[in-house]
């Protein structure tokens, strides 16, 4: 193979895996974002539930305190028995006695169905604070490996540069100039390779003639259509029947 191409091959390989290298560092801070989405997500949800067990003590300490009314009316009617000297201010006093107490059996009533309530808001409370330390942990987990991966890109991509350069040194540099810039035109793929009679980059099939001079890997020969740098590369061979193999017919 012509050297020169078989360099541009080996840059080719070189900047692709560093693009992807970038690529993937570039997605790492969304994804350290998203767990702290997640674990506020959880830390909210958490709040959520303790705001509501809160405001169902409120209501509860609230009607806590009309019963402690209607207890001290009611104790105050009792009082004034003592004071009553007709029968119609007795029955008077008696339809007031029954009417707290029905107030105060309709606002314990009330007590009873928000301490029921209470209860299902406890246990959220708590599966929300055991989601919200899955999460933590989860995303402690999570962002160790990212920051391990950080580094091991990092190290990648430095050792895929320092190869490039070593590379590059040997190639003409109006030739490294023309592969650079059709790396940037081309959406990081300036080599590529032919297939069959196709570019495999921009799928267009080479004229003949074109597609011979290809096939050589004697020279610098560019796609007719994206104008990328060609090589080809012969398919691997199938491996040879072991002549000693019995065939088995079905």
């Known amino acids: 193979m012509f050297p020169p191409l078989e360099t541009l091959i080996v840059l080719q390989k070189l900047d692709t895996a560093a693009d992807a290298a970038r690529k993937r560092l570039s997605e790492l801070p969304l994804a350290e974002q998203e767990i702290e989405k997640t674990v506020a997500a959880a830390t909210t949800a958490v709040d959520g539930s303790k705001a509501r067990l809160q405001e169902n003590q409120q209501q509860r300490r609230a009607l806590e305190k009309d019963v402690a009314v209607v207890d001290t009316r009611l104790a105050r009617f009792d009082d004034h028995k003592a004071a009553v000297k007709t029968n119609h201010e ?38 929300a604070e055991k989601a919200l330390a899955d999460a933590k942990k989860e995303g402690d987990k999570t962002r160790a490996a990212l920051t391990t991966e950080r580094s091991a890109l990092e190290r990648e991509a430095q050792r895929l540069a320092d ?65 990328r740098i060609l090589y080809f590369q012969a398919p691997a061979e199938a491996p040879a029947a072991d002549p000693g193999a019995t065939v088995k017919h079905v």
């Open 90 to 127: 007795y029955t008077a006093l008696l339809n007031e006695i029954a009417t707290a107490k029905s107030e105060k059996d309709g606002i314990e009533e009330r007590i009873l169905v928000l301490m029921e309530a209470a209860d299902a808001l406890a246990a959220e409370v708590k599966a």
């Open 163 to 227: 190869e490039r350069t070593h590379e590059a040194r040997g190639i003409d540099r109006t030739l490294l100039a023309k592969y650079e810039q059709l790396l940037k035109q081309r959406r990081g793929i300036a080599v590529a390779a032919l297939v069959g009679e196709v570019c495999s980059a921009c799928h267009v099939r080479l004229r003949p003639h074109v597609s011979q001079q290809v096939r050589r890997n004697s020279d610098i020969v560019q796609c007719d259509s994206c104008q």
